[in-house]
């Protein structure tokens, strides 16, 4: 795609995230692979009715170099981090949707009990330690949660979600909001039925080999 595509679609979805209620306000962010080296994201602290595609900003993902009459999101060497370290995510998007704000602030684990959220998601979605936001011990503690995931959420913060392009990083983040929203109501139950590893591995499975119009 064209670079002035890619900002194009980065502030479509952007507004998609806003009306979907997975932020408030300005906070949260969404970026787009460009290439191995760079990297188009939203910048800090916008409202995503008033953006332009023009405001994006493009980012080299080693140096952190940006080009852009605005800057970036304050979490955009968390993102770079991760393009560094998966090779097949070209999408990450950091919502505060409220149940998944609510597992952040409990600082749990969501444990792998839906299908849809195991075969997106790759299994539980995992808290991080906590660390400042933006900050780099903050980057480190996401991106080791993410190893072998497609979300983890920030403890105190939000969930971060990956996908190999803008429309599954939406899907990760929605589903991410409704796993949460699940793992806090089956409390009243005493808690949720967790699916097998090997369930986990075979939907995983299925999803990215025949899931859809594979």
Same mark, same amino acid.
């Given at each position: ?48 009715? =008033? ?5 994006? =900003? ?10 852009? $009459? ?47 959220? =195991? ?23 996401? =991106?080791? $949660? ?31 909001? $409704? ?30 080999? $025949?899931?859809?119009?594979?």
């Amino acid at each position: 795609m064209e670079l002035e595509d890619i900002k194009e679609e980065v502030l479509e979805t952007s507004i998609k995230m806003s009306k979907f209620g997975l932020v408030a306000g300005t906070w949260g962010n969404i970026s787009a692979r460009v290439d191995q080296d760079r990297m188009i994201i939203t910048p800090s602290g916008m409202s995503y009715n =008033v953006l332009k595609p023009e405001d994006m =900003v493009l980012v080299n993902i080693h140096d952190l170099s940006y080009v852009g $009459k605005l800057k970036p999101s304050i979490e955009f060497p968390l993102h770079a981090e991760i393009y560094k370290a998966r090779s097949e995510i070209n999408a990450v998007m950091h919502t505060h949707s409220i149940n998944a704000c609510s597992i952040a602030a409990a600082r749990k684990d969501i444990p792998p009990i839906l299908d849809d959220m =195991v075969q997106i998601v790759g299994g539980s979605i995992r808290i991080t330690e906590y660390a400042l936001a933006g900050s780099e011990q903050m980057v480190k503690n996401a =991106v080791k $949660k993410l190893e072998n995931r497609n979300a983890t959420i920030l403890a105190n913060h939000g969930p971060v979600c990956l996908g190999r392009n803008l429309d599954e990083a939406l899907i990760t983040s929605q589903i991410v909001e $409704k796993a949460a929203k699940v793992f806090i109501d089956t409390q009243a139950f005493g808690g949720p039925v967790c699916l097998t590893n090997e369930d986990v591995d075979l939907m995983r499975k299925f999803y990215l080999e $025949k899931y859809g119009q594979k």
